[in-house]
């Protein structure tokens, strides 16, 4: 085969991998502190996606909450919705039902304004309904923590401007899985003096809808891939694969205990 021959298969294979790199189905996940607009990377992480669009359609996270701010870290939701007026002294959140966990795929980098899943500390695949929004460069810490989580999209730069209202929303510690949960016109005193939590209390997502189910409607995109999982494997560390090698974030969800360090649980 001829050197030009070459360079022509060379340069086509690329435009193929940067092609299916930069799909994304697009949803809006619609706040109570505005709309956060999402590009899904529908071809990169295929399961992931195809794990978030269920919840996505069967309508599991509209009213769910932000549940989790901290500052400089991340935003994290998908895991309690409000479940109405609750008795004072009672944290009105009830665990959403989940499916089956679904395998880590960590092709991207957890830099500032990726989405990717929450999961259970030290277990890969253990991601369900939980996920979080990046507000930094994160890839030193989450790319590679266990097995590295699992980045599925990008979020537009408005959506990014809304992530940051939510994450300069005051945080209040009410126990449990919720530590750091934003909270609007109420504080700690409040919760100290039995002040009933109402809806107006928290950041509520009304519901998260597929604005654009065409995958090639983000060609613009360039995600940029996890190298530091790679670096990790072969230094000794550990990571999934299926295809290829994949990372994951831990983030918390479950009523376990909490921790105000910057790990990602579920």
């Not at 590295?148 to 929303?169: E, K, R």
Request: hydrophobic residues 45%; contains cysteine.
């Amino acid at each position: 085969m001829s050197l030009k021959n070459i360079r022509v298969l060379c340069a086509t294979a690329a435009l193929c991998l940067v092609s299916i790199s930069s799909y994304a189905t697009i949803v809006e996940i619609r706040t109570s502190l505005g709309d956060i607009e999402v590009n899904l990377f529908d071809d990169a992480t295929p399961e992931t996606v195809e794990n978030f669009l269920s919840y996505v359609n069967s309508g599991a996270y509209a009213n769910v909450v932000v549940h989790r701010s901290v500052t400089g870290f991340i935003i994290q939701s998908g895991g309690y919705e409000y479940s109405g007026s609750a008795a004072a002294g009672e944290v009105p959140l009830d665990t959403i039902e989940t499916g089956p966990a679904v395998i880590n795929e960590p092709v991207y980098s957890n830099l500032r304004g990726t989405i990717a899943m929450a999961k259970l500390s030290g277990s890969a695949d253990s991601a369900t309904s939980q996920w979080f929004i990046n507000l930094a460069d994160n890839s030193s810490n989450l790319d590679t923590q266990n097995s590295g989580f699992t980045v599925f999209g990008q979020v537009s730069d408005a959506g990014m401007q809304t992530a940051d209202v939510i994450a300069s929303t005051s945080t209040v510690d009410l126990g449990s899985a919720f530590t750091d949960i934003p909270m609007l016109d109420y504080t700690a005193t409040d919760f100290a003096n039995d002040v009933v939590i109402a809806e107006e209390n928290l950041v509520v997502i009304a519901d998260v809808v597929v604005t654009d189910a065409a995958i090639d409607t983000a060609a613009f995109l360039s995600p940029v891939e996890n190298t530091l999982i790679d670096a990790d494997s072969s230094m000794g560390g550990t990571s999934s694969s299926g295809g290829g090698t994949f990372l994951w974030l831990t983030l918390l969800a479950l009523a376990g205990i909490a921790t105000r360090s910057k790990s990602i649980l579920s």
